[in-house]
Nanobody, 116 residues
Framework: QVQLMESGGGLVQPGGSLKLSCSVS????????MRWYRQAPGKERELVAS????????NYSASVKGRFTISRDNAKNTLYLQMNSLKPEDTGVYYC?????????WGQGTQLTVSS
């Protein structure tokens, strides 16, 4: 059974930093591209960042490029999102995701609130 479990969310002041983690099980993590999404209140879920199987290529949305860094540790079956220079508009629920055999699996999400 595929499981993805995000952690590390919380309340952060503008300009602060936070690192999210996504621990996975039930599939061979190192074989798959992984993604982070977020969903702000009242808005659709949006892709934030993606990373290839070996971590050699990373892609970011324009809104987070230069501030967020996606990474992975294939030995630990864990995906990360380092978030710096946080802004109130980064507030939302952050999800990790994997596409396998045309099926998209999601974690339960972790809440990030950026507020003073």
């Amino acid at each position: 059974q595929v499981q993805l479990m995000e952690s590390g969310g919380g309340l952060v002041q503008p300009g602060g930093s936070l690192k999210l983690s996504c621990s996975v099980s039930g599939f061979t993590f190192r074989y798959y591209v992984m993604r982070w999404y977020r969903q702000a209140p009242g808005k659709e879920r949006e892709l934030v960042a993606s990373i290839t199987r070996d971590g050699g290529y990373r892609n970011y949305s324009a809104s987070v490029k230069g501030r967020f860094t996606i990474s992975r540790d294939n030995a630990k079956n864990t995906l990360y999102l380092q978030m710096n220079s946080l802004k109130p508009e980064d507030t939302g629920v952050y999800y990790c995701s994997v596409d396998r055999d045309s099926v998209t699996s999601w974690g339960q999400g972790t809440q990030l609130t950026v507020s003073s």
